[in-house]
Every structure is written in C-alpha cells, then in structure tokens.
C-alpha cells in the first residue's frame, strides 16, 4: 500500500507563504502524477495543482501566479510553493498520487490524510 506523507500546513496571515510536502513511499514502479486538491468548509474539494513525471504542471486558475509545484521523482517527494496567500485559500489541502504499481502494473490512486491551511485577514 502506498502511504503519503504530508507536512507544511499551518495558519499564516493574508500575503504571507507556506509551503506544502508530501512524500510517496511503497510498492511503486512509477509516480505518473503528484499534486494537491484542497477543500474549504462546506464547499467540495477541488484541484489546486498537480505535476507529472514528465514536469509538465497544471494549476486552478486561482491559485495561476502564486502557488508553484515543483517534484523530485527519484525521491518521490513534491512541494507546493504557496505565495501571496488569501483568506480564500484557507480549507484542507490533501496530497494525490497517481502511481503505477509494481504488482501488476496498474495504475492506482492514493490521497494523503490532509493538512489544515488557514489563512487570516
């Protein structure tokens, strides 16, 4: 079973930066795709951003400018850089993983428990 592990949550004030890490560990023969989806109160989760083996990376179009991914796939590892925070970026932000298993190859997704980011106004 692949496990995540996710740190940086934490509460900032408005325009301040966290960043976010989550770290991949198990039975994978490939990390296809990393990122993060958040979720705030009473509101359904949604894609923040993610990043591929390849590098290539996708943002919502509210975070596009302020927040930057980055990856290290031979550590299986990614960072959620999050700059010029709002209070609107406050909610739970969890680490996704779309890896390729080793047993049979398949691909499988994984979600990390979640790590609380609130920011203040």
């Known amino acids: 079973q692949v496990q995540l592990v996710e740190s940086g949550g934490g509460l900032v004030q408005a325009g301040g930066s966290l960043t976010l890490s989550c770290a991949a560990s198990?039975?994978?023969?490939?990390?296809?795709?990393m990122g993060w989806y958040r979720q705030a109160p009473g509101k359904q989760r949604e894609l923040v951003a993610t990043i591929t083996d390849g590098g290539s990376t996708n943002y919502a179009d509210s975070v596009k400018g302020r927040f930057t991914i980055t990856g290290d796939s031979a550590k299986d590892t990614a960072w959620l850089h999050m700059n010029n925070l709002k209070p609107t970026d406050t909610g739970v932000y969890y680490c996704?993983?779309?890896?390729?298993?080793?047993?049979?190859?398949?691909?499988?997704?994984?979600w990390g428990q979640g790590t609380q980011v609130t920011v203040s106004s």
């Open positions: 996704y993983v779309n890896s390729t298993a080793w047993a049979d190859l398949r691909d499988y997704d994984f």
């Open positions: 198990g039975p994978i023969f490939n990390i296809n795709t």
